[in-house]
Every structure is written in C-alpha cells, then in structure tokens.
C-alpha cells in the first residue's frame, strides 16, 4: 500500500528535470550484500574495520585484506539485482526519455547498478570488480573467480611488490577526482534528489544531500530506519528499497 509520501515524491519524479539518486548498502541488503553497520548483518560484526579498509591494513598484511576482500567480490559477483534495483533502472529510462537528467552516486562497490541496467551511475567509493597494480596504477577486471594467491600479483608489474589491491575507496583516501567532478556536474541540475539505503553518516558521500537542499532541490529518503536526515528531507520514507521503489514506479 502506498504513503502518502511515496505519491508526493512520484507526482515530483514526474515533473523533474534532474534527478539524483544517492545509494548505499541498504539498497544492495536485499540482494544478500551485507550492510556496513545493521547490527544482524552488518559486514563489521565480524571484523574490525580498521583492521581491513585502510591503507595501513593493506600495508600491514596485504595477504589477509586481499583474501577478505576477494571473498566480497565473489559474494557480489554471486548476488543478483532485485526489484529496487530494477525499479531504478526504469526510473532512469523514463526521466531520460524525456529529456531529463538522471544520475545515480553511488557508496557501493558492487557493480549491481549497472547489472540491474542503470546507465549512468556514479561510483564514489570505487569498484570491488576492478583491481589496480600498486606499482604502476593500472587498473584490470579481474576473472569472476577467486583469486589464486594472496596478495594476487600484478599483471602489469613483475618486481617485488608484484601486487594488485582493489580499486576501491578505503578510509582516509581521497574519493576518485572523476567521480567528484561528475557528481558536482550532477548536482548542477538536480531539482529531485532521493537517498535511498545509506545511514548518511560517511562523508563526502552524505554532504550531497546537504548540497541538494542548499540547491534548492526537494530531497526524500529511503531507508527502513531514521538518519541524520530524516527529519530534515522533504519526504521520508520508511521502507525497503525492494518495496518502496517499485511501488513509487507503479505510480508514475
Ligand atoms: P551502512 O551499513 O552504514 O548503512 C546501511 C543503511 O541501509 C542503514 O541506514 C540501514 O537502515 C539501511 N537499510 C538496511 N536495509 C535496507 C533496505 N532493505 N532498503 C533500504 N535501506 C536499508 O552503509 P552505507 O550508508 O552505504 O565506505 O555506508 C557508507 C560507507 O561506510 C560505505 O560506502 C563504506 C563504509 O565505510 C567505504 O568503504 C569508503
């Protein structure tokens, strides 16, 4: 059954001229990806972040942060989009069709987006499907299988440290200049901006809904629990992406 805030924010997807849709893990949980920080099945819960995500970890042993992460690229490999994915897929094919900007930034390293049909997606955290050689920078799409060895070696480089990391985001790197100059590009144009699925609470990431209201964009959120910006987005919604957006779709 549909909120009333879901049919306020459908009547605004169908008048936008920009939309931007700011993702997190919350909109992959349904496609068994876990979360960073849900309590039951948050990836954390098992393992120390700061002990896996960062350059120093990598640094200190880069056997164990390869394996853990090689066991998420396979876990994302193995995932299959669901219907919220799906549903921003045709949101995107609608607003494009009539001339309309549509852009998703994305927190997400898995690559469902794209799978699910999404063309323009931006990835702020970068990609557990490409792996770059430490040596020389140069980026591979590694084959859907694990790997063999920990750290993988480099295809691209033969010395000692002969070894690839992925090319994602860890805590304390600057996120992708590519990727912050076509979010600010995004953003230039956005009248409609959706967070669908994130706890707002990592930065730059989360500042794009601050940007949105200072650019006078209607902002709604999507996300089962309250964020930070729950009581200051024009609508909130509570809710399931697998739900919510397929539902919001059927309204359009
Ligand atoms: P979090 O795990 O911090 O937050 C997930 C959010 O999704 C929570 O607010 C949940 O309430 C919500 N959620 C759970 N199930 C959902 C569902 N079915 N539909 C919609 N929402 C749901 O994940 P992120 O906000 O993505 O950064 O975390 C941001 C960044 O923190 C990640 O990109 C990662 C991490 O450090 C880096 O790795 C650089």
Sequence with gaps: MSSTAEAHLAAALREARGVVVLTGAGVSAESKI???RDAMSGLWKDFDPMKLATPEAFDADPAMVTKWYDWRRLGCLAAEPHPGHLALAALERRITSRGGAFTILTQNVDGLHQRAGVANVIELHGSIMRWRCIATGMECEPEPVAFETF????PFHAGDNSMLR???VWFGEMLP???IE???DAMETCDLFLSVGTSSVVYPAAGYIDL???VGARTAEVNPEATPYSDRVTWSIRGKAGDVLPRVMDLL
């Excluded at 750290?151 to 480099?154: D, I, N």
């Design 34 to 36: 876990p979360t960073f």
């Design 151 to 154: 750290p993988p070696r480099s």
């Design 166 to 168: 992925p090319s994602v």
């Design 177 to 179: 200049e590519r990727a």
């Design 182 to 184: 076509a979010a600010a």
């Design 212 to 214: 949105a209201m200072r």
